[in-house]
C-alpha cells in the first residue's frame, strides 16, 4: 500500500490556497467592481432596445439589459400617433423585487427581455395612416441611480409591408458613460454589491456547515474515518499521525467541493435559458411544486435518492478506495459528493434556483464552493483529531432537516410571490417562522438533565417564534414590509412627509442661475447650498428623503447650508436640460456649491446614501469648503 508523500501534499495545499487568495479577489473585482468609482452607462447603453415589425400590426420588442441595471414591469406604456388605436402587449412575469418606499412588492426585469405589442386600428380611422409608435419605459441601477421615463419612437411600416422598424433613441441624451469621482468618503457603492462579497459568501458557508451535520452528510464521517484510522477490508488497522490524517481529510474535502462548484457553474451557464422559463406563471408554479415536493420528503413523508443499484455501486466503489492514496482519497471525496447530492438537494434546491435565474458562473461557482467548504469543515476537524471526534446522529439532526423543510416552503412561497397578494408573503414568512418555533419544540418544557444544545435550539426557536407572530401582527395591521413588519403601526413618524424638509424648489435652470447669484453676492448670506435632483418615481430619491435628509444628525449638519431641489418628475424638457448642464442620467444626485455659487469639485453624490455615510460624506466636503 502506498502512502501518501508529506512533501507533496504540502505542495499541493500551497497551491491549492495560493490559487484561492489569488483567483477569488479577482473574480470578485470583476463581479463586484473596484469601488474607487462608479460608472453609470447612459440609459440607451443600459436598455439597448432592438425593434422589428413582424406585420402591419405586430411589434417585436428585445431589450438587452446591462448586468447591474433593471427595468420596472409597470413603468411600461405605449401611445399610437394618431391617437384611438388599441395596444395590447404580452409582457412576461417580472423578477419581484420589494420596494420599502412604496412598501410593495414590485416587478423588474433583469438581463434580457423580449415581448409583442399588437396594434389594432379602430374601423373609424381605418382611413388614416399611422405615424408612429411610442414606446416608455424606466429603469434604474443597482448602484442606486434611476433614470427619468424614456421615450421612443417607433414608425409604423408601409402598408402591406414587412420591414424593420426605425428606432429613434435620441430622447435618451448623450451616449457612453458618466464616470463620477468621489473622495473616500463619499465613494458610490451599490448596496447589494457591497454586501453580498462579505455576506453572501459566509451565509453559503454557514449553510454548508448546516448540512454537515444533517442525516445526510454524517455518512461521510464514518468513511472518512475509516481513510484516517487506515482499517483495509479485513479490519487491520493503523495510527496516523494528526498531519497526515489532516491531509487526508484535505484530500477527501478538495474532491467534494470540487463537485459542488462545478454543480455551481453549470447552474450559472445555465441560468439565461432558466431565466427565460421562469418567467412565465406555469413556470413558476411548477418550481413551487417541485420545491414542495422536496420540502414535504424533509419531513419524511417520503425519501428521494439514487436508484438502489446505482447507490449500490457507488458505495461499493467507496470501500474499495480506502488504503490513504492521495488520488484514492480524492476520488472518494468526488464520488461522496455524488453520492450526497441527492439527499441534500432539497436544502440546495433554493440556492441553484437562485443562481440560475442570476445567471452568473461566477457567483454560480463562489456560492456552491462557500457551501461545500462549510460541508468539509467537520471533515476537516475528524482529520486534526486523528478520527477520534466522530458525532452521532440524533433526534437533534432530525430537526435541523425539518427546519431545512420549512425554509424549502418559503422558497416555494417567494417563487410565486409576483402572483400573490401583496400580503401573502408576509403572512406565509410568519407562519413559517411559527412552524420553525413548533419543530424547535420552544415551548415544551425541557427535561432536568437537558444539555446545552437542548437549551439552544429552545431558545432559538422561542426567538423565531416571536418574530413570526410580530410578522402576523403586522398583517393585520396592514403592513407589507417582512423586514418592518410593524412599521404601519408608526404611522407618519417612520417616514417624514415630503414638505418636512427645509428645500427651496425651482423648477427650471434660469430659477437656478438667479438663486444661485443672489448666493454669490451675499443676498441669501454667506453660505454653502446643496442641490438635489428629485423625482416621484424615484426610489433612491424617497430613501434619501425617508433615511438620510430627515436625520437630525444630517440636518444639524446642513444648518448653515441653503437646501436647494429640482424636481424633474415630469422629464420636460428643463428637467432634461437641467439634468444635462450637470452631466446626469436621473435622480437622486446632488451637487455641493460654495458661498460663491460655485460647485465644490469632486463632491457630488449619485445615488442612495444612508445617514451615516452621508454625515462623513457633508464633514469631509466642509473640510474641503476651509481650505
Keep these: 500500500m502506498r502512502t501518501i508523500h508529506s512533501s507533496s501534499l504540502c505542495r499541493f495545499a500551497l497551491i491549492w490556497l495560493t490559487l484561492t487568495l489569488l483567483v477569488v479577489p479577482t473574480l470578485a473585482e470583476a463581479w463586484f467592481g473596484k469601488g474607487t468609482a ?141 464616470e463620477v469621482v468621489l473622495d473616500e468618503s463619499g465613494q458610490l457603492q451599490s448596496i447589494l454589491a457591497s454586501r453580498s462579497l462579505w455576506l453572501a459568501l459566509p451565509i453559503f458557508f454557514g449553510l454548508g456547515l448546516l448540512l454537515a451535520f444533517t442525516p445526510c452528510v454524517l455518512p461521510m464521517l464514518p468513511i472518512l474515518s475509516s481513510i484516517i484510522s487506515g482499517r483495509d477490508v479485513v479490519g487491520n488497522k493503523a495510527h496516523p499521525h494528526p498531519w497526515r490524517a489532516f491531509q487526508l481529510a484535505l484530500w477527501y474535502s478538495l474532491g467534494m467541493i470540487l463537485v459542488y462548484t462545478m454543480l455551481g457553474v453549470a447552474a450559472g451557464l445555465a441560468g439565461q435559458g432558466l431565466a427565460q422559463l421562469l418567467q412565465t406563471p406555469a413556470a413558476l408554479i411548477s418550481f413551487a411544486l417541485v420545491l414542495t415536493a422536496l420540502a414535504l420528503s424533509k419531513f419524511g413523508w417520503y425519501e428521494l435518492q439514487l436508484p438502489a443499484f446505482l447507490r449500490h455501486r457507488l458505495h461499493g466503489h467507496l470501500e474499495s478506495q480506502s488504503g490513504g492514496q492521495a488520488l484514492g482519497v480524492f476520488v472518494m471525496g468526488v464520488l461522496s459528493g455524488l453520492m450526497v447530492g441527492p439527499c441534500v438537494a432539497p436544502p440546495l434546491a433554493g440556492v441553484l434556483l437562485y443562481i440560475s435565474q442570476s445567471g452568473d458562473p461566477v457567483r454560480g461557482g463562489l456560492a456552491l464552493f462557500s457551501i461545500a467548504s462549510g460541508m468539509s469543515v467537520p471533515l476537516l476537524i475528524l482529520g486534526a483529531s486523528a478520527g477520534h471526534w466522530l458525532p452521532k446522529a440524533g433526534a437533534w439532526m432530525n430537526q435541523i432537516k425539518h427546519v431545512f423543510g420549512l425554509l424549502l416552503l418559503g422558497v416555494a412561497l417567494w417563487m410565486v410571490q409576483p402572483l400573490l397578494p401583496d400580503w401573502v408573503w408576509p403572512a406565509g414568512v410568519g407562519l413559517l417562522l411559527l412552524g420553525m418555533a413548533v419543530v424547535l419544540r420552544a415551548w415544551q418544557k425541557l427535561p432536568p438533565h437537558a444539555g446545552g444544545k437542548a437549551q439552544f435550539f429552545q431558545w432559538l426557536g422561542i426567538v423565531l417564534g416571536l418574530v413570526g407572530a410580530i410578522e402576523l401582527v403586522g398583517v393585520a395591521a396592514g403592513g407589507r414590509d417582512v423586514l418592518q413588519p410593524l412599521s404601519v403601526l408608526r404611522g407618519s413618524a417612520a417616514a417624514p412627509a415630503h414638505v418636512s424638509l427645509p428645500f427651496v424648489r425651482v423648477k427650471n435652470e434660469q430659477a437656478l442661475e438667479a438663486l444661485l447669484a443672489d448666493l454669490a453676492s451675499g443676498k441669501l448670506g454667506k453660505r454653502a447650498a446643496l442641490l438635489d435632483f428629485y423625482a416621484d418615481w424615484c426610489v433612491s430619491c424617497k430613501e434619501m428623503e425617508r433615511f438620510t435628509f430627515s436625520d437630525p444628525a444630517v440636518q444639524a449638519a446642513l444648518a448653515d447650508t441653503l437646501w436647494i431641489q429640482v424636481d424633474v418628475t415630469a422629464n420636460n424638457a428643463e428637467d432634461q436640460a437641467l439634468l444635462k448642464r450637470f452631466n446626469l442620467f436621473g435622480p437622486p444626485g446632488i451637487v455641493f456649491f460654495d458661498a460663491q455659487g460655485k460647485e465644490i469639485p469632486g463632491a457630488r453624490v449619485i445615488g442612495f446614501q444612508n445617514a451615516a455615510k452621508f454625515r462623513q460624506h457633508l464633514a469631509a466636503v466642509q473640510r474641503q469648503i476651509k481650505r
Excluded: M
Design 38 to 178: 462608479t460608472e453609470f452607462l447612459a440609459p440607451q447603453d443600459a436598455f439597448k432596445l432592438q425593434t422589428e415589425w413582424l406585420d402591419e400590426q405586430t411589434l417585436q420588442v428585445h431589450y438587452r439589459i446591462a448586468p447591474g441595471y433593471y427595468l420596472y414591469r409597470e413603468r411600461f406604456d405605449w401611445q399610437s400617433d394618431p391617437a384611438g388605436s388599441k395596444i395590447t402587449a404580452a409582457l412576461p412575469v417580472g423578477k419581484p423585487h420589494f420596494d420599502e418606499t412604496f412598501n410593495k412588492t414590485l416587478e423588474i426585469y433583469r438581463d434580457d427581455l423580449r415581448f409583442t405589442l399588437v396594434v389594432t386600428q379602430p374601423e373609424s380611422t381605418q382611413a388614416l395612416p399611422l405615424q408612429a409608435l411610442r414606446l416608455i419605459s424606466q429603469g434604474c441601477a443597482d448602484a442606486g441611480l434611476c433614470y427619468p421615463p424614456q421615450t421612443t419612437q417607433i414608425a409604423y411600416p408601409p402598408r402591406g409591408q414587412r420591414a424593420p422598424a426605425n428606432t429613434d433613441q435620441s430622447s435618451f441624451g448623450q451616449t457612453g458613460k458618466t
